[in-house]
């Protein structure tokens, strides 16, 4: 990103964020809301700014606002662009919009949008909204929207636009320059038309640079490429991401089994995924689904669940582990000092092997031919590392409770912990990837309980061996 998209970027925020302040200072000083539910007051000025705004901006001001403010907030915002505003939102903030709305309201909003646009809704709508925008539909794009329900969340097929210009072989260049200013507009993220015989069966593309520079009496057959990249809509969309990060696409065909062309992939709903995968990720981690920030105390709670639950599980197995001990450290007080420093240094190492393993596996770097090695790399890095940083740990231990042994112990215990925190981060996102879980989720909690169990079982075992 040069300077320019810089600033351009930081003034769209700071818009935003000046435009949540006004219409902040507005809703109040208009008391938008009596406690007789009489009318709404008119509020112009409100109007005016959401009527000047961009639906993604509105979005992004909408999922700033409590709950009350946002719904009064949304019905200003001005019907053409409800569509827009909510394939932008996050689920659980369009949930509360859609919550919001009437039959007729929702109909009219779908129905401004594309075939690939209502796919990405239709999971949010109520049955009948859907079946009553499907009617409304012309058959070509009935069938469109079926072709994008039919695929699978995070497949290529469920991404793909059917907005596309499409041109024939021997056709001359001029005659295709004609064709397109006969168009209202291109196709967002056109760099390339695709060519395609009377079956529509792809026989490559004609870039919008060769278009423009070659003489016009020029066959298309002469200067399109042949050797593109195309994608099957079954295929997973993180390898189209992949893809278009490694062969520096803008946008690519998508073909069925026939070589026929159905759809394409740009640019900008590879971002849209990878924004939303990495979203998904985050929040994945610690055992959360996506949130509403102003949703009730007892729904987000409840959102919450899951995750202490299983957290509460594991802390219970590492505390009857600590509790089979107890004798001993009774006699060693300083063992209940230093188990929680073994525990937290191959935690964080094992964190360092999950990264390193999911980045890899993300970018399809490891394969079984290279699995092991790479196995028996982490496992040497932990036994240097477990060596340096455990000797250091069991020199302050000596000099802090003047027992050498105890030092010993301490050495031990780190060295044989952070194998394991390196086993458990490389085999873990391995084993859930192959049983089709994501690896990045899950990961860290197995680690965490792995590295914490073990941890307190070595030291306080090794401790009670030579100690006690």
Avoid at 235 to 240: K, L, M, N, P, S
Wanted: with cysteine; glycine share 6%; aromatic share 6%.
């Amino acid at each position: 990103m040069n300077d320019i998209d810089v600033k351009n970027t930081r003034r769209r925020v700071d818009t935003v964020q000046q435009c949540l302040e006004d219409i902040k200072v507005i809703l109040e000083s208009h008391q938008y809301i009596e406690l007789d539910n009489r009318k709404e007051q008119s509020l112009t000025e409100l109007q005016e700014r959401l009527d000047s705004m961009h639906p993604a901006d509105i979005a992004a001001l909408l999922e700033q606002l409590p709950l009350d403010e946002r719904l009064v907030v949304w019905k200003f915002i001005p019907s053409d662009v409800d569509g827009d505003v909510l394939l932008e939102v996050s689920d659980a903030v369009r949930e509360t919009l859609i919550a919001d709305m009437d039959t007729q309201e929702l109909i009219a909003a779908t129905e401004q949008l594309d075939a690939d646009e209502i796919a990405d809704l239709a999971p949010d709508l109520p049955e009948e909204v859907i079946a009553d925008v499907f009617s409304s539909l012309s058959e070509e794009e009935r069938l469109q929207l079926k072709a994008a329900l039919s695929y699978p969340e995070d497949t290529v097929g469920a991404l793909m636009d059917f907005e596309m210009v499409t041109v024939r072989e021997d056709v001359a260049l001029d005659v295709v320059l004609r064709y397109l200013r006969r168009l209202e507009r291109l196709p967002p993220n056109t760099d390339k038309l695709f060519v395609v015989d009377r079956r529509e069966v792809l026989k490559g593309a004609l870039s919008i640079s060769d278009l423009i520079v070659a003489a016009p009496e020029t066959k298309v057959c002469d200067v399109m490429s042949t050797d593109i990249v195309t994608f099957n809509p079954g295929r997973d969309a993180e390898g189209a991401a992949h893809a278009f990060e490694r062969y520096d696409l803008v946008s690519a065909p998508v073909v069925d089994a026939h070589s026929r062309i159905v759809g394409r992939m740009t640019i900008t709903d590879i971002v849209d995924y990878i924004r939303e995968d990495a979203e998904q990720e985050s929040l994945g981690k610690v055992g959360l689904r996506d949130e509403d920030l102003f949703s009730s105390v007892w729904k987000s709670a409840k959102n919450r669940w899951l995750w202490l639950a299983v957290n509460l599980g594991t802390a219970f197995f590492a505390s009857r582990v600590i509790g089979l001990f107890e004798d001993s450290i009774e006699k060693l007080v300083a063992l209940a000092a230093l188990m929680p420093i073994v525990a937290a240094i191959a935690g964080n190492s094992g964190n360092q092997t999950v990264a390193l393993i999911v980045r890899a596996l993300a970018f399809e770097e490891i394969n079984k031919s290279n699995a092991k090695g790479l196995l028996r790399k982490e496992l040497s890095i932990a036994l240097v590392n477990g060596i340096l940083w455990g000797s250091v740990a069991g020199i302050f231990a000596w000099l802090l409770y003047g027992n050498i042994a105890l030092g010993f112990v301490m050495l031990g215990a780190m060295l044989l912990n952070l194998i394991v925190g390196a086993g458990v981060g490389m085999l873990v996102p391995l084993f859930l990837q192959k049983i089709g879980r994501d690896p990045a989720i899950g990961s860290s909690v197995l680690l965490t309980f792995s590295t914490d169990s073990m941890g307190f079982l070595i030291f306080l075992g090794l401790a009670t061996v030579f100690l006690v």
